[in-house]
Structure formats: C-alpha cells, structure tokens
C-alpha cells in the first residue's frame, strides 16, 4: 500500500505545475487570474516564481471569449 501512495505521490506531481494545481481547472485559472492581477497591480512585486505560458495563454483566450459575448449582446440589444 505505501508503493501506491508513493506512486499516486510522485504522478500528482506530473500533473500539477508550481501552483500546486492541475493545469486548465477552474482553481488553475482562478490562481494565476488572481495572481497576475496582483503583479500587474503591483502588490506582488516581492513574490518570486514564473509563470507559466499556459497561465497567460488560458487568461487571454477567456478575456478575448467575453469581449465576444460581450459585443454580441451589445449587438443583439442595439440591433
């Protein structure tokens, strides 16, 4: 039994990056949303680490995702 926690262990190290969280979850997002507007505000200036590609690749696909629903709705208002 302990060889398997030991694997399941080392395995969910694999999946997860620095953040401790599997890539592409909802609580992936939400971490590095929060944590990007925290070094963009300033507030996170001391803190060290990298972020990953994916972070930024997954914030800007969901920004540019509401911008669209956003000027559909406008569109279907106005139209």
Known sequence: MANLLRRVR???TRLTDSSGL??????????????IERLLGGQAQGETGR????????LVAAGAARE?????????VGG
């Open 10 to 12: 080392k395995l969910e």
């Open 22 to 35: 599997a890539p592409h979850s909802e609580d992936w997002r939400d971490y590095w949303e929060h944590r």
């Open 51 to 58: 972020i990953p590609l994916e972070a930024v690749d997954a």
């Open 68 to 76: 669209e629903l956003s000027g559909k709705d406008l569109a279907q």
